[in-house]
């Protein structure tokens, strides 16, 4: 995705891709959590994904430390 939406809006790839990976945040609030975990729960149910629970990580101390989240 990052490599086509990069060359159609003139972005070198490098810079979209670190846009999108490292540069880009979102907040989740409650609903915005439910309705992931109920879209893995139906791909789960079509045998898309494995059925498990979202491990969700709080980077806020992570950040305030000054490290920078793995890559893993």
């Known amino acids: 995705m990052v490599e086509e939406r990069a060359k159609e809006h003139h ?4 810079l979209a891709r670190r846009y999108v990976g490292e540069l880009l945040r979102y907040r989740l609030g409650k609903e915005e959590m439910a309705a992931a975990a109920k879209f893995l729960q139906e791909a789960a149910r ?7 629970a979202i491990e969700w990580v709080d ?3 992570v950040l305030a430390k000054g490290a920078a989240p793995s890559r893993a």
């Open 46 to 52: 079509l045998g898309l994904v494995a059925d498990r």
């Open 11 to 14: 972005w070198p790839e490098d």
């Open 59 to 61: 980077w806020r101390g």
